[in-house]
């Protein structure tokens, strides 16, 4: 299914979500590893996007990957990024998954649910593909209402922490409904917080211009001017610069086995 993005925002979106799997690898690598991907023989990742992430998932198997997502050009984007390696891409609704019942050893996926339209169906049917004492994993989805920013900038606070997710179709609150989809798809589950890093300012700041037009966009989007966001971006370089900068939200996982 093609996205409404224009061809600029498509172009921000893919380097976002590079920019993303970067920093959060060390976060997913551990649970990668309590999942059991190493073992596995034949993995599914549901809303591959760009393939960034099925790249880590890949790299931590012997097994094959498949990757899947609905949307064409993330299917070809992701068909570069993964050349060559142990992953076949298909496009595909995560909600009607086009597998037979008990086919993978696990079936994952990475901020994802947020953006699902309906995760519950997604779950159930990551958990009916996966086999009898397989996997079902969602590595990383955050809970923006828990998020801690100072200092504080009114006007904008609250469109990151939440509100513009929420404008583009999105659910803000999915960490802390991992554990209900997850119960209520029958799952044996256990979650956790994935992310228990404080970041240095130096790394804050590397992040921000990494992704500086995506965040630029999400702001114009929301009405602010050219002008307030400089003063914005201004103040927040600056209290990165000081040390002061202070950004938390939590981002949690659920590995769910099969009974
Ligand atoms: C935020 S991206 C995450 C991509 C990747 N998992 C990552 O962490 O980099 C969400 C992806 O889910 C895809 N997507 C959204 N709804 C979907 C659906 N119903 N079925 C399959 N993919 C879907 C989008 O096209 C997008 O590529």
Known sequence: MPH?????????????LESQSLETAEERHPIYIKAGL?????????GCGSGAVTRDVAAHTNGVV????????MAEIAKKVLEGMNVEILVGDAHSLP????????????????????????????????????????????????????????????????????????????????????VRAGLKTEVGLGNKRIWNC?????????????????LKKEGLSDGEIKDWEKNYLKSLEEGIQFNFFPQFYAIGTKI
């Open 38 to 46: 190493k073992d596995a023989d034949l993995i599914l990742d549901v």
């Open 99 to 182: 597998f037979e019942d008990n086919t993978f050893d696990v079936a994952i996926c990475n901020l994802f649910l947020m953006w699902a339209k309906e995760p519950q169906k997604v779950v159930n049917e990551m958990a009916r593909v996966v086999k009898k004492g397989g996997k079902v994993v969602a590595s990383l989805e955050p809970d923006f209402g828990g998020k801690i920013h100072w200092p504080p900038y009114p006007g904008v606070d609250e469109i990151f922490a939440g509100k513009s997710i929420e404008h583009r179709g999105g659910d803000p609150y999915i960490g802390r409904k991992l554990r209900m989809l997850f």
């Open 66 to 73: 498949i990757a899947l997502d609905d949307a064409d050009d």
């Open 4 to 16: 409404n993005r224009s061809k600029d925002e498509f172009h921000d979106f893919i380097k976002k």
């Open 202 to 218: 130096d790394e804050d700041k590397a992040s921000y211009i990494r992704s500086r037009n995506f965040y630029w966009k999400v």
